[in-house]
């Protein structure tokens, strides 16, 4: 009997085929063949009698190829209402800022003055529209926020103590802790009060002749309340400036103008905390400020130049597209009102929230004909998230799906070529439109309908 494989078209007649001179333009050649290969081998290790023909073999190809040259790194639809949310990139571009970044993709004068034609640093870009807008003498932009407050560390109290109150030894995020910054860093920490309550006595009697900086953070990621208390910023400072210490406060999220975001709690700014003396500020591009994964350092000239010669910051280095959309972010601010028709992150988190149902309302996603399935439009609450505002509710709205298997209809939502990421919440699978900017809404109302009608398929 002759053997079944022999039907089984062969490699060099596959590659004749028309499709494949598209293929091959789009995917490459040899990926293309590794493509094949996998399905023929496939194809002959099937052991039933019947061999599928050359269309049902470039089919599975195709399917082969498109989902190996889809990139793990993919634009996703946020439904979770979480404005800036970690696992999702936090703050999404300003279009002027995605469009510095494309730009700065190629050729540029990143390290090049164009004035002398001789090396320049790239720390000039933005360091003086960070001045502009804080009040500073002088700044430097590293990769995050714990970059630069690792780079702090290291330069001024390298082999000496850090004071830090207990209340403020906060874990960033992915079990990345303050004490594990200053230690890794170079720095003794020197915890000082309790986790509840720390009073100026308390660092007044920690500085000694081996104190080499007192670092302020703010727990963004967490309240202490009740029974609490901790120093007026001003009088850490005053504090700083008598015994000749360093004096750094870390603010986190990054928000320049409390006015930015009328009616949330009050937390700090770049520009007060300078404005009450403290010698450096750190805080994060990408959070509040609404930009790129950054950690921007402002404040006293002297030190922002002794930290520029820090061969750390190499290191910590920023590179030129993060730089391109970081500035063209930055520049927005010189506006206030231009800053919040424009950043995304404060668009979303000001929309009141009628206007938001209304989205909602206006998009329309449709449960299958004839199921079980119900889908409401519902009030939900959001969150800022990134670490900002803990225990701050926004009111929202959005989409509620019951009457299906949840867990199987956020899977079948995800696995999508523009996944579409919701939360579940009392056996439902709600999609909170607040962070659907636009025309995003009618793009996840698709996808959420789609996702709906394969599983009624099933």
């Not at 402002?298 to 922002?304: C, F, N, P, Q, T």
């Not at 004909?369 to 009030?379: E, M």
């Not at 698709?446 to 009624?456: D, G, H």
Request: hydrophobic share 40%; with cysteine.
């Amino acid at each position: 009997m002759t053997d079944p494989r022999r039907r089984i078209p062969s490699m060099d007649s596959l590659l004749r085929e028309p499709d494949i001179v598209v293929w091959i333009d789009r995917y490459g050649r040899e990926t293309v063949k590794a493509s094949l290969r996998r399905i023929l081998d496939r194809a002959r290790a099937d052991v039933g009698p019947e061999r599928p023909g050359p269309a049902a073999l470039l089919e599975a190809a195709e399917r082969d190829l498109e989902g190996r040259s889809r990139l793990s790194l993919r634009r996703a639809l946020n439904g979770t209402g979480v404005v800036l949310h970690t696992n999702l990139g936090r703050a999404p571009l300003a279009e002027t800022a995605s469009r510095a970044q494309g730009e700065a993709a190629g050729y540029g004068n990143v390290e090049l003055s164009l004035a002398t034609g001789r090396r320049g640093s790239r720390y000039d870009h933005c360091g003086e529209i960070v001045c502009e807008l804080t009040g500073a003498e002088a700044a430097i932009v590293a990769n995050n926020n714990a970059a630069a407050v690792a780079l702090v560390v290291n330069e001024l109290a390298r082999g000496r103590d850090v004071l830090v109150s207990r209340g403020e030894l906060v874990e960033i995020g992915g079990t990345f802790r303050i004490p594990d910054v200053v230690a890794r860093s170079g720095g003794r920490l020197r915890e000082v009060g309790t986790t509840n309550r720390t009073r100026i006595s308390d660092y007044e009697v920690a500085v000694d002749e081996s104190t080499g900086l007192i670092l302020r953070v703010h727990p963004s990621n967490y309240r202490v309340e009740g029974f609490s208390a901790r120093p007026p910023l001003e009088a850490l400072v005053a504090l700083a400036r008598e015994r000749g210490i360093p004096f750094a406060h870390d603010i986190g999220s990054g928000l320049l103008d409390p006015g930015l975001l009328p009616g949330f709690p009050e937390g700090p700014t770049a520009r007060g905390s300078l404005a009450a003396g403290v010698d450096l500020a750190t805080w994060s591009g990408d959070k509040l400020l609404g930009g790129p994964q950054a950690g921007i350092i402002a404040g006293d000239k002297g030190l922002i130049g002794r930290l520029r010669r820090n061969p750390l910051l190499r290191a910590f280095r920023v590179d030129k597209t993060t730089l391109a959309a970081l500035e063209a972010t930055l520049m927005l601010y010189r506006d206030p009102d231009l800053a919040v028709r424009s950043v995304p992150a404060l668009r979303m988190l000001r929309e009141p929230v009628d206007a938001v149902e209304a989205r909602a309302a206006a998009a329309g996603p449709e449960a299958p004909p004839g199921s079980a399935v119900r889908l409401d439009v519902i009030q939900t609450e959001a969150v800022v998230g990134g670490g900002a505002f803990p225990g701050f509710a926004i009111p929202s709205a959005g989409w509620a799906v019951t009457g299906i298997d949840v867990e199987r209809l956020a899977a079948e939502c995800r696995a999508g070529p523009l996944p579409l990421i919701g939360r579940i919440e009392r056996a439902a699978f709600i999609v909170d439109v607040r962070t659907l900017p636009g025309e995003e809404t009618a793009v996840a109302a698709e996808v959420l309908t789609s996702a709906l009608e394969r599983l009624a398929d099933d």
